[in-house]
């Protein structure tokens, strides 16, 4: 089938912003789709219009009953960076589809402060929660953040406040691209109670205060990092783990007997794009756990009260599995196991004898690398130091054949 959808984006200068053929696409569609102020951009005529539902997915089955005939929709900037094509390309065959972008909000930000797009975290706060940020500050990091409204700025100044960076300045953007574009520059200690034009974009160069708490990604967050009950895997032990989970973007990990989901966030902040599941079964941990994750960057996280495996049935299969409590039930291992998928890896640590034991029968059968992982920190003793060691811990790590 020839393409009958088309997306095209468009700027705050409206139709005179948009290429010839852009515009054709727009002046001949038999049915235009947007949201109400891109539609007021394009004067009346004989198209049939359709304003975005929410959730927006409610509105494709609309889409898809008018296949064969001229839908264009109208898309903000870029369609596809943080944009309605993105969603669309998920429901329609490519070939059916023509998607002609514009420079979107973070381009012209970019262009307006001389910054490099690819030197830039970029992320959108639209319906997102604000705690995402926290996962990007680092110093002298940039940032260019999509505003859910023009409270957003205020929000975001406030937050940064909170945790120690006030000296960042906000540079805020609004109306981008159009006659009533304009700026406004403040540090985040001193934004105070002020609204902006509910379009805008967020700019920032990330300068920490002396109480700020930078973090790093990689796996091996401090111990105090987290809010926990004594149910913590530890600094060291946590960054082995991760590294046997091996953590990739896209990936999806399932974090069973989470105790206050320390891999399971840990799993998040390393990967671009991935996904985790926390399954624990006390409801004050797992209140616990997302505590975490929201302080820590990742609220995201999806956390289930319950346990496995009856908790994980009925979810897609993971990539990765980590088994940090209950392996004394003779069910678990053999059915995470048939629900990782090929390919998928499985680790669990013990340090009781019959949790050790449980490993070690699955290894004789199944495969996989036993390791001792033994760690001690020097403390006070007396008037000197000694070495103080941690409970030895136990740790199976297996891949499942493709």
């Keep these: 089938m020839k393409p009958w959808l088309a997306v095209v984006g468009i700027g705050e200068d409206g139709l005179s912003g948009l290429s010839a053929a852009a515009r054709a696409l727009v002046e001949t569609a038999e049915t235009l789709i947007g949201g109400e102020r891109h539609l007021a951009m394009v004067p009346p005529g004989r198209a049939e219009r359709l304003i975005w539902q929410r959730p927006l997915t409610d509105t494709i089955g609309a889409i898809a009953a008018r296949r064969g005939s001229r839908v264009t929709v109208l898309a903000s900037g870029d369609p596809l960076w943080y944009g309605v094509g993105a969603v669309l390309a998920r429901h329609f065959p490519r070939d059916e589809m023509n998607i002609l972008p514009q420079p979107g909000a973070f381009s012209l930000a970019a262009a307006r402060l001389g910054w490099a797009i690819a030197d830039c975290a970029v992320l959108s706060l639209h319906a997102r929660p604000l705690d995402t940020l926290r996962l990007h500050l680092a110093p002298y990091r940039r940032l260019l953040l999509l505003s859910e409204d023009g409270a957003t700025p205020r929000a975001v100044a406030r937050l940064l ?73 530890k600094r060291e032990v946590r960054a082995m783990t991760l590294a046997a989970l091996g953590p990739l973007s896209g990936e999806t990990l399932w ?77 678990l291992l053999p059915t995470l196991w048939n629900a990782l998928r090929p390919g998928g890896r499985m680790v669990a640590n013990v ?52």
Excluded: Y
């Design 161 to 233: 406040t909170e945790l120690g960076w006030g000296p960042i300045v906000l540079t805020v953007f609004e109306h981008l691209g159009g006659p009533r574009e304009a700026m406004l520059s403040e540090e985040a200690r001193n934004w105070g109670e002020r609204r902006t034009a509910d379009l805008n974009t967020i700019a920032l160069e990330c300068r920490p205060g002396p109480e700020a708490w930078p973090l790093s990604r990689p796996a091996g967050l401090p111990d105090d990092a987290f809010e926990h009950a004594g149910q913590l895997t």
């Design 255 to 331: 974090d069973i007997g989470a105790g206050c989901g320390s891999i399971a966030i840990e799993w998040l902040r390393a990967t671009e794009g991935g996904a985790a599941v926390a399954v624990e079964r006390n409801p004050d941990r797992a209140a616990m756990i997302a505590r975490n994750a929201a302080a820590l960057g990742v609220p995201g996280l999806q956390i289930i009260v319950g346990s496995a495996p009856q908790a994980v049935a009925g979810l897609d299969p993971p990539d990765a599995i980590f088994v940090g409590g209950g392996i004394a039930d003779a069910e």
């Design 351 to 402: 340090v009781s004898l019959v949790g050790e034991r449980a490993v070690l029968d699955w290894q004789a059968q199944h495969g996989g690398t036993l390791t001792r992982i033994a760690v001690s920190h020097a403390e006070p003793l007396g008037a000197q130091q000694g070495w103080r060691p941690q409970l030895p811990v136990t740790q199976l790590a297996t891949t499942k054949r493709r």
